[in-house]
């Protein structure tokens, strides 16, 4: 049963640290989104990847957040430093786009972060 | 730009009665509808999709939804809830040229028995 796989499920730091999550999109997909949610701004994209290059980062903090794709099977998101508003739910989804772009997105579980 | 906007954020029904989850979107030109559900410290997974093949469209577990041009509509549908349909559930546009997918706020349908 392919599924997209994230780490760490949950995660509680300190103001100032870096985080860094990690995400195993499906196997043949060749999309990759980042998503934030947050009981106040509901889900919020991040970053968005086609073929492992960055199409969409604008609505990522630029200064404290960074997102990249080393390779096809391992996304990671940076927080350096962490603030308590960084506190959220970060998701990761991966789908297929090959000329007929559906919208069928595949989430994780998702990363609980706290921030102290 | 594309936008949608869920009418209720909480919802209550028994079991066994219908579901209706209210969605209104705001686009400039046919848009691609979707509604996806999110668990309790889940993911969040497709339920169903509209793209303009057929008004009526059904999805996972018995839901359907119906695109009305006229009313701008996308409401989500169930005949029968069931207590597993407790879940939160996100009314979803998806902007064109990529998988951009703007998210509404979320309805949180809860299920009595």
């Known amino acids: 049963d392919a599924r997209v796989t994230q780490t760490p499920r949950h995660k509680v730091t300190e103001m100032g640290q870096e985080v860094t999550m990690r995400c195993q999109p499906i196997l043949g997909h060749n999309t990759v989104f980042w998503y934030r949610q947050t009981m106040m701004q509901g889900l919020e994209l991040l970053a968005y990847f086609r073929n492992r290059a960055p199409l969409d980062d604008s609505g990522m903090p630029k200064d404290r957040f960074s997102a990249e794709m080393p390779d096809a099977t391992l996304a990671t998101l940076k927080i350096q430093p962490s603030e308590p508003r960084d506190s959220a739910v970060y998701f990761c989804?991966?789908?297929?786009?090959?000329?007929?772009?559906?919208?069928?997105?595949?989430f994780g579980e998702g990363s609980r972060l706290t921030v102290l | 730009a594309q936008s949608v906007t869920q009418l209720d954020s909480h919802v209550s029904v028994s079991e066994g009665t219908p579901v209706l989850l209210r969605c209104n979107y705001s686009?400039?030109?046919?848009?691609?509808l979707f509604w996806y559900v999110q668990h309790p410290n889940k993911g969040l997974q497709l339920l169903l999709k509209?793209?303009?093949?057929?008004?009526l469209v059904k999805g996972i577990n018995g839901f359907e939804a119906e695109f009305k041009k006229s009313e701008t509509s996308f409401h989500l549908t169930k005949p029968s809830a069931h207590m597993s349909d407790a879940a939160e559930y996100f009314c979803v546009v998806m902007n064109t040229g990529f998988q951009k997918l703007v998210f509404g706020t979320g309805t949180r349908l809860l299920v009595s028995p």
């Open positions: 686009s400039s030109y046919s848009p691609s």
């Open positions: 509209y793209t303009s093949a057929a008004t």
């Open positions: 989804a991966s789908g297929k786009e090959q000329g007929v772009i559906t919208g069928e997105l595949f």
